[in-house]
């Protein structure tokens, strides 16, 4: 009777009513200042535990002694943005227990997504009954061997995920940079013109003065500030999101009364 009823207590004090949220960026500072590092961290722990709450009605705790998921996040390849993700669950007193090790080609964003999938999976082991030592004189039945078929990739073997030398926004404002010389070498060509003179096509004695100088100048005007905006693009390309993962969207801005191009994302 005592044994059954201490079994049965163990049993519901590994049930994750209340759970701790780890989440390590150590790995990331390999590659990343540590403020980007953190402020990836506090995303994924800011969903985690807004999930555990909301969705899986877990309380969260911060105190040692409470059933933990940890998830650990490193590079597998930080020009190419792709995360590793390892989650462990680790119980009071019991070895920490691997969950899942993935690799995530995403940003911030992305990497919350994948670690609020596998809460549930997390929560099921958590609360998985501990293995039960064998008594003593008897010993535990052989584990069969993983099949040999089944080769393990080497990391040599793994695809080289690798950002190309310009990115997205690098080659748009090349585009607009060379828009920009285009319009300014049109509105020089303009300004040389100045005025011109021209017969009447009704009178043959009459002359018609076409000046060309307003038109020009608006051109130069164009093209310096296309020249302008485009090499700014390239240097913030090249001088900060070649260090950085791509968190940037581009995309066309169109409006009642404005028409240009949109740049959004963290610098």
Avoid at 25 to 39: G, M, V, Y
Avoid at 42 to 48: I, K, P, S, T
Avoid at 167 to 178: D, F, K, L
Wanted: glycine fraction near 10%; aromatic fraction near 4%; hydrophobic fraction near 35%.
């Amino acid at each position: 009777m005592i044994p059954s009823l201490f079994a049965a207590a163990l049993t519901l004090a590994a049930s994750p009513e209340q759970v701790a949220l780890e989440v390590d960026p150590t790995p990331l500072l390999r590659h990343q200042d540590a403020s980007a590092a953190e402020e990836t961290a506090a995303y994924v722990r800011e969903d985690g535990v807004g999930a555990l709450k909301g969705v899986h009605d877990v309380g969260v705790t911060e105190e040692a002694a409470a059933p933990t998921i940890v998830v650990t996040l490193s590079w597998v390849d930080y020009e190419a943005s792709i995360y590793r993700i390892d989650i462990e669950t680790r119980r009071p007193g019991e070895k920490p227990q691997m969950l899942e090790s993935i690799e995530c080609p995403c940003i911030d964003s992305g990497v919350s997504e994948a670690v609020l999938e596998r809460l549930p999976a997390a929560l099921e082991q958590l609360d998985e009954p501990p293995p039960a030592e064998p008594e003593p004189g008897t010993t535990p039945r052989d584990e069969p061997e993983p099949s040999s078929d089944v080769s393990p990739t080497r990391p040599s073997e793994q695809p080289n995920h690798r950002r190309p030398p310009i990115g997205p926004v690098g080659i748009t404002g090349m585009i607009v940079a060379a828009g920009g010389l285009g319009g300014l070498g049109f509105g020089i060509s303009r300004v040389r013109r100045g005025d011109v003179l021209s017969s009447d096509p009704s009178d043959e004695e009459r002359e018609i003065r076409h000046d060309f100088g307003p038109q020009g100048r608006a051109w130069v005007g164009v093209g310096v500030a296309g020249v302008a905006v485009g090499a700014t693009m390239l240097a913030i390309d090249l001088a900060v999101l070649r260090h950085r993962p791509a968190r940037v969207s581009v995309g066309p801005s169109v409006g009642p009364r404005l028409t240009g191009l949109r740049i959004q994302g963290r610098f």
